[in-house]
């Protein structure tokens, strides 16, 4: 990087909240830095891309980053931001979810020893499992007043509904991660999301107390959905990034599909592009909004990132199905499931496949069979017209013929009228 890592993180807009005299402490050394992650789900969400492109951002820099899965915590739960308390999972659950969400922070991070900055994996489990209640509360416990804890805003907007013991814990057992990984691994800093701030302070307050030594902290703002809400695992309407609960496909949409301003904020933020890049692809953008660069730029770069490049090519050439040039031989190699999720909505017409035997025209079968057209004239002056297309090839004869040949997926056809009118014609046995 040409300027310091605080400084580009900045620009980036990925700092909301630090610790004073976190820059100069990047400045001069190399340190361990960390996000946690809990396993109330078995996926990941793109609310936590945001760590973990601090991570990235960090191990770019030559900063040593762990990734820490919540065993322990995820027991029993953040209450920061929410309504009501989580629901418990099971310990075969946990184990479940954090092998899932292993896999996939491996995508983002280089976890090879041999690398002076290589990531470190840790589980929580693996410490807090054989501590007792007791030995906790009297080890740790005694460090932080109740005042202190009661002054979070995670525990004063859950006072007002009614807020566990456990759940009013679970910053005292957060915050002690980071005094274990600040023991064993080194680590002086702890990064998350804005909404972290109050359980990562607790971890450099407990740090201060227990040790005599200085932490520091970095919180970035939060991705919300587009009801103001965050996202979250336990949220509904969340974009994952297992292609199980989110496909590719969406998971494209998702970013094409945000306004330019948006684009341009998420650019930067979930993106390795340089500035530079940045501000010469909203440059493009804003000669022609309409063609959407910006968004197209962000799409691809994060989908890539998650998903790998042959799931963007399927993601890309099915939204550019209804949208945009796709040709009739790229359309039928696009997978049968990535076709079907990009034609959702698209009115769905059923015939029956004896007519192509039948050596039907196309005329009555898009009229007197299938209902598309109103009538047979309809049909014949949108043929002549030249604004019919069958699985995006042009129908200019009104007397051909359909044939099992102009089937995709064995049983479909793509039937446009005009620019936009989109239908899909299904032949039944």
């Not at 807009?13 to 402490?25: I, K, N, R, S």
């Not at 930067?268 to 953008?285: C, D, G, K, N, R």
Request: aromatic share 8%.
């Amino acid at each position: 990087m040409n300027q310091g890592l605080f400084l580009s993180l900045q620009e980036r807009g990925l700092v909301q909240d630090f610790v004073p005299g976190l820059d100069a402490l990047l400045e001069r050394e190399k340190v361990a830095v960390y996000a946690g992650f809990d396993p109330t789900a078995d996926s990941l969400h793109i609310g936590n891309l945001v760590p973990i492109m601090l991570l990235v951002h960090f191990q770019r820099a030559g900063h040593r980053p762990i990734a820490l899965v919540g065993g322990a915590t995820g027991r029993v739960g953040d209450p920061t931001g929410r309504s009501a308390e989580r629901n418990v999972l099971s310990r075969e659950q946990m184990e479940h979810h954090l092998a899932c969400q292993q896999v996939q922070l491996k995508r983002f991070l280089d976890f090879d020893p041999a690398s002076p900055a290589a990531a470190r994996l840790v589980n929580n489990e693996e410490w807090f499992g054989p501590w007792s209640f007791l030995d906790f509360i009297a080890d740790v416990g005694r460090h932080i007043p109740i005042n202190y804890m009661l002054a979070k805003d995670s525990v004063k907007l859950r006072l007002e509904n009614g807020m566990s013991f456990m759940e009013f814990c679970y910053q005292l057992i957060q915050g002690y991660d980071f005094v274990h990984l600040h023991r064993h691994y080194g680590c002086k800093v702890q990064v998350g999301g804005s909404d972290q701030w109050g359980n990562i302070t607790t971890g450099t307050e407990l740090i201060r107390r227990m040790d005599g030594s200085e932490a520091w902290a970095l919180t970035a703002p939060l991705t919300k959905k587009s009801d103001g809400s965050k996202f979250g695992k336990s949220e509904g309407g969340n974009i994952w990034l297992d292609p199980q609960k989110t496909s590719p496909y969406r998971f494209y949409q998702f970013w094409f599909n945000v306004s330019d301003d948006e684009a341009r904020r998420y650019l930067p933020v979930y993106t390795l592009l340089s500035m530079q890049e940045i501000a010469e692809a909203v440059s493009v953008h804003d000669q022609a909004p309409h063609q959407r660069h910006a968004q197209r730029l962000l799409a691809d770069d994060v989908t890539r990132r998650v998903h790998g490049e042959q799931a963007l090519a399927q993601a890309r050439a099915a939204s550019d199905l209804l949208f945009g040039k796709v040709s009739r031989d790229q359309m039928m190699s696009l997978d049968h499931e990535v076709l079907m999720q990009a034609l959702e909505g698209v009115p769905v017409h059923q015939v029956s496949k004896s007519l192509l035997a039948e050596g039907c025209e196309w005329v009555p079968l898009l009229s007197d069979h299938s209902g598309i057209f109103g009538s047979r004239s309809e049909a014949r002056k949108m043929i002549e017209g030249g604004g019919l297309s069958l699985n995006r090839e042009k129908c200019s004869d009104v007397l051909a013929r359909a044939s099992t040949e102009d089937l995709f997926a064995g049983r479909l056809v793509l039937v446009q009228k005009g620019k936009k009118n989109f239908h899909l014609l299904v032949f039944e046995n």
